[in-house]
């Protein structure tokens, strides 16, 4: 086991026993929703995607630049501009705002050629996952998806004690029933995620 894989093992034991203190056990929590209905879903940018910036009439202006760790990104004759949290409309409109002081009349097109998203929307699957990790939210993604990009689960998970901790609606928890979706194919087992939700998935106690 690495060590990613031990620091996620350990979050997920912390959050499972914040979990039994507040409800219990996993069975009294609500089944989660079968759709999760994210209204109007935009993408917005952060820390390690990989921007195209198009510039028109203007191809020494336009790059293909990485998103830095403090969120922003230079671009010719634009510097330091914070694109984190902004959608790439937004990024590309403060662009042209920017490029108008030596370009007249700017159109600026902002491409996401690599997702990584901003931390506040990942999508984490902490415990008994084959791999556990940070995912980028889709839009539409659901449990089987984000299920299939971890590897499934390990020969110790309890995956119908696994919960969703869904932190758009104030960490409420949900139980998922992943030993039904994943190893009986049960596709009424599958939901929805949302934008910022924690995977957690036990350990089996035998």
């Given amino acids: 086991m690495n060590t990613i894989q ?3 093992r350990a979050l997920a034991v912390m959050l499972m026993v914040t979990s039994l203190m507040a409800c219990g056990t ?9 759709v999760a209905a994210v209204a109007d879903y935009s993408y917005v940018v952060g820390a390690g995607d990989t921007l195209n910036v198009q510039v028109a009439r203007n191809p020494e202006l336009s790059i293909t630049v990485p998103v830095r760790p403090d969120g922003k990104v230079s671009t010719p ?28 009349d700017p159109q600026v097109t902002v491409i996401v050629q690599s997702y990584v998203g901003p931390y506040s929307e990942q999508i984490r699957v902490i415990g008994e996952a084959a791999r556990p990790q940070a995912l980028p939210f889709k839009q539409r993604m659901t449990l089987l998806d ?9 020969d110790f998970a309890a995956g119908n004690r696994a919960l969703i901790l869904r932190t758009a609606e104030g960490n409420k928890q949900y139980s998922v029933r992943l030993q039904d979706l994943v190893k009986g194919g049960d596709i009424s087992a599958n939901v929805e995620m949302r934008p910022g939700d924690v995977l957690i998935i036990p350990q089996s106690y035998f």
């Fill in 77 to 104: 004759l634009v510097e330091d501009l914070l694109v984190q949290g902004k959608t790439p409309v937004q990024v590309a409109r403060e662009i042209e705002t920017r490029l108008a002081r030596y370009v007249r």
């Fill in 146 to 154: 984000v299920m299939i990009a971890v590897g499934g689960l390990t």
């Fill in 26 to 34: 996993t069975g009294s929590l609500p089944p989660a929703p079968a």
């Fill in 6 to 8: 031990r620091v996620f």
